[in-house]
């Protein structure tokens, strides 16, 4: 099952996700929109109803202790949302090794999610700065995370 765009601001509004949190969601939307409609003009198949939903609710546990992007898959699956679950578990830089994007899908909502802020598209660049500025240390992280999503952008963009 796959929930609407309407269903999905629904749903983060009454899981208490932040405004500025919601701002990123829609961000992230728009950004794995444009690329998924790009892919579907190249004649890839992508399930543009799923890329809609899992890049409006990828963070829907953004405010929860541990893994943001474990736990909201877990929340996820509890509302029935598997595939939407599959993709928002993968989006995250600290869990890459364990669950790394695989399916078209996941590296569209994987890669959104690292050009997109609370409001705005940046750059793979821009947004790496603001994960050092806001999260700070971490360079290990950073640099396998920044790689890893410049590699995703070769295989999605630079086509």
């Known amino acids: 099952?796959?929930?609407r765009?309407?269903?999905?601001?629904?749903?983060?509004?009454?899981n208490n996700v932040p405004e500025n949190?919601?701002?990123?969601s829609i961000a992230v939307k728009n950004a794995a929109v444009e690329i998924t409609d790009n892919l579907i003009r190249k004649g890839v198949k992508v399930n543009?109803?799923?890329?809609?939903?899992?890049?409006l609710l990828h963070d829907i546990a953004r405010i929860m202790h541990g893994s943001h992007a474990i736990?909201?898959?877990?929340?996820l699956e509890k509302l029935g949302f598997h595939e939407v679950a599959d993709i928002a578990k993968t989006h995250?830089?600290?869990?890459?090794?364990?669950?790394?994007?695989?399916?078209?899908?996941?590296?569209?909502?994987?890669?959104?999610?690292?050009v997109a802020t609370e409001n705005k598209r940046v750059t793979v660049e821009e947004r790496f700065d603001y994960f050092k500025k806001r999260y700070g240390g971490r360079e290990e992280l950073w640099k396998k995370g920044y790689d890893f999503t410049k590699k995703i952008e070769k295989e999605l963009?630079?086509?």
């Open 21 to 24: 949190v919601i701002a990123h």
């Open 71 to 75: 736990e909201g898959a877990k929340l």
């Open 1 to 3: 099952m796959i929930p």
């Open 92 to 114: 995250g830089l600290s869990n890459l090794e364990k669950f790394p994007p695989i399916t078209t899908e996941q590296k569209i909502i994987f890669y959104a999610d690292k």
């Open 5 to 14: 765009e309407k269903e999905c601001l629904e749903i983060l509004k009454e």
């Open 48 to 55: 543009k109803d799923l890329i809609i939903a899992a890049a």
């Open 157 to 159: 963009i630079k086509q």
